[in-house]
């Protein structure tokens, strides 16, 4: 896959995002309708514990169960979720990604924002 290209104003929406989540606590991804054709990636840990390369590194971890073919068929165990991070990191027409951290005194919170979405029901993954 093609390297992907930062793009700043998905790295202000995910800023925006993450900071919405230490504010309130609340751990879910955003309101899709609110970010058209954005796929979104969250992490969630212990303040301070952890670097960003392990954040993602679990995102990037999935790759384990990954099995190529037509999504959401891509999990050696079944279960797409399993690799839905990966997938999205890796989703052949994904060519940008912005990402940002906010944190409160107990929990870092981690979101990254990519264009075009992945984890489109019927494409292939090579």
Partial sequence: MPPLAW????????????QQMAFTGL???SNRQARRGIGENLWMGTHGAFSLETMVGG???ERRYFV????P???STGHWEDVGHYTQMIWPTTTRVGCALASTARTDYLVCRYATAGNMDGRRLP
Avoid: E, K, M, R
């Fill in 7 to 18: 793009d700043d104003s998905l790295g202000v929406g995910a800023a925006t995002y993450a």
């Fill in 68 to 71: 190529p073919g037509i999504f």
């Fill in 73 to 75: 068929n891509n999990s």
């Fill in 27 to 29: 751990f879910q991804h």
């Fill in 59 to 61: 995102w990037s971890a």
